[in-house]
């Protein structure tokens, strides 16, 4: 598809945890995309999981920001590099203590500290 289409014109939205997910290099994901990230989808990769997956395909589950397995910092300072307009927090109903405030504060603690 890269190769395919108008990098003027046709933009991607990443998400690293399915890079991940899938046994790919997320920053070979990124280096693909470079020039062609208007947007970031972000979130954490862990083991919360205490019951099936809510597919097959995934072997860990989505963790609040700076809680997982992911190289957040350096995913995010690449990303930002690129000139992403926005990053979209995706956020998964395993929250810590069922809220999704928590989850969201936890989360929000990251995004203070590594997006500027």
Request: without cysteine; negative net charge.
């Amino acid at each position: 598809m890269l190769e395919e289409s108008d990098a003027s014109s046709l933009f991607f939205e990443p998400d690293p945890y399915w890079a991940v997910e899938a046994g790919a290099d997320p920053f070979a994901f990124l280096e693909k995309l470079k020039g062609r990230m208007k947007l970031y989808h972000i979130n954490d990769r862990g083991t919360k999981l205490k019951k099936a997956p809510m597919t097959p395909l995934l072997t860990s589950d989505s963790m609040e920001l700076g809680d997982g397995n992911l190289p957040l910092p350096k995913l995010v300072s690449l990303a930002l590099q690129e000139g992403v307009r926005a990053i979209v927090l995706e956020s998964h109903r395993n929250w810590p203590q069922n809220s999704p405030l928590k989850s969201m504060e936890r989360s929000a603690a990251f995004m203070n500290e590594y997006v500027r």
